[in-house]
């Protein structure tokens, strides 16, 4: 593998739905970072993914020196290295562990919903339905943490927004894309805050389509 050198980001290898490729693309436009970003399904035909990343997944970075950055937690410290301020991931340790936690839910979230959407695309004689439903449990369960914890007007860490925020909403927002029906008529206070984040350009622009 290539070692890595501090080199400008060329291209973010991703696709619209993820919500790992979300979190990254928010933390650049929070920081100001220029970030082109090019849809390049990691199965697709010609894709490059699979030659720069042996995970085979997005978000890919790939950078101007021809290295490549993989997976999101570690893009989203390169950006941090790249343009620290402000801040999206806290520099007071304490702080610091409580935003990786909340991102370690937030992608959470987001890997029990793929994991959920993967398995309801087989035939119905070959879904595990235990499985089904151990990955539902952990997404109400992530879900009433999150609503404990939010509500509009404050963030998850401290008084700015950090990558906990981003982390979370973009967990979120990909149940809303693939499982909506998790998210209907329950939790309130989470549905408050997702719109008042929405008012940031950040959170509106990068929204999953529908
Ligand atoms: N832990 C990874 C997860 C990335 C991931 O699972 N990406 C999905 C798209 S949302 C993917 O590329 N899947 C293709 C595959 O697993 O082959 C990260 O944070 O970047």
Known sequence: MPPIALSRPATLLMTPTSPYARKCVII???KGITLPCNVEPPHAAGSRVGSL??????????????????DSRVIVEYLELLQPEPPLVPHDPVAKIDALRWQAVGDGLADAMVLLFVEGTRPVERRDEAWQLRQTQKIHASLTLIDTAVRPGYFLVGSALTLADVAVL??????????????AGS???LHAWLEWLHERPSVRDTAPPH
């Open 170 to 183: 973009a967990g979120v927002g990909y149940v809303g894309l693939r499982g909506a029906e998790l998210l």
């Open 187 to 189: 939790y309130p206070n």
């Open 28 to 30: 650049a436009l929070e």
């Open 53 to 70: 990343n042996p995970l085979v997944k997005v978000p890919t970075l790939l950078l101007e020196d021809g290295a490549a950055v993989y």
